[in-house]
């Protein structure tokens, strides 16, 4: 009964915003991790960005200082705030949840595209 609804995506120019949205819907506990992930054509998932329960922060050395991860006050929700957009960012985007059973869920995916 747990879902994550992921939505914010689009086509945007380089140098454009986004801001995903990732909203976590059932009979959930607590949150652990939260986490977004990316899926470019012909690559493996990468982690962009991560955030605890305690709010510390991590970031893939190629995003930092344009992406910003962060949750909702109840922490039934994340984001990630995409600046500076640049072609090599586009991606299918996934949200990750790891509650404290521990159990994981995914995102459906929500398309990113920037074009040049």
């Known amino acids: 009964q747990v879902q994550l609804v992921e939505s914010g995506g689009g086509l945007v120019q380089s140098g454009g915003s986004l801001r995903l949205s990732c909203a976590a819907s059932g009979r959930i506990a607590s949150i652990d991790f939260m986490a977004w992930y990316r899926e470019a054509p012909g690559k493996e998932r990468e982690l962009v960005a991560s955030i605890t329960s305690a709010d510390t922060t991590n970031y893939r050395e190629s995003v930092k200082g344009r992406f910003t991860i962060s949750r909702d006050g109840p922490k039934s929700t994340v984001y990630l705030q995409m600046n500076n957009l640049k072609p090599e960012d586009t991606a299918v985007y996934f949200c990750?949840?790891?509650?404290?059973?521990?159990?994981?869920?995914w995102g459906q995916g929500t398309q990113v595209t920037v074009s040049s």
């Open positions: 990750y949840v790891m509650t404290d059973g521990p159990l994981v869920y």
